[in-house]
């Protein structure tokens, strides 16, 4: 409940959760969630130390640049597998048209 709770401080965090098929939510609304979370751990003694170090690697692969347009990528363009075979059917295309182009330009004589 303590490393939910390092996790979980906004509706965003709860919808990033619940998009990752971490959290279930069956309140109804991420807002409620939220402050589900940060209601229940009021009476804990939490030590942040102990999970500082797996917040940290979170939070810097998150914040990686190549992992986020990567992902953007992969769920703006490539959300159904028709979209992915037709992006390997242009890719096919243009790499014989290169071919083709390559050997009408170096025939052998």
């Known amino acids: 409940m303590c490393f939910l709770d390092l996790l979980i ?5 709860v919808k990033d959760l619940r998009d990752a098929g971490i959290l279930y939510n069956g309140l109804g609304s991420d807002e409620e969630v939220a402050k589900l979370f940060n209601k229940m751990n ?13 917040k940290e690697k979170i939070h810097n692969h998150c914040k990686n640049m190549w992992i986020n347009h990567a992902a953007q990528a992969y769920h703006t363009y490539f959300r159904s597998p028709w ?11 243009l ?9 009408t330009m170096y025939q052998q004589k």
């Open 9 to 13: 401080d906004e509706t965003e965090d």
């Open 42 to 54: 009021t009476d804990l003694v939490p030590s942040p130390m102990i999970y500082s170090d797996v």
């Open 83 to 93: 979209t992915f075979l037709a992006f390997l059917g242009a890719l096919a295309a």
């Open 95 to 103: 790499t014989l048209t290169a071919l083709q182009t390559y050997y």
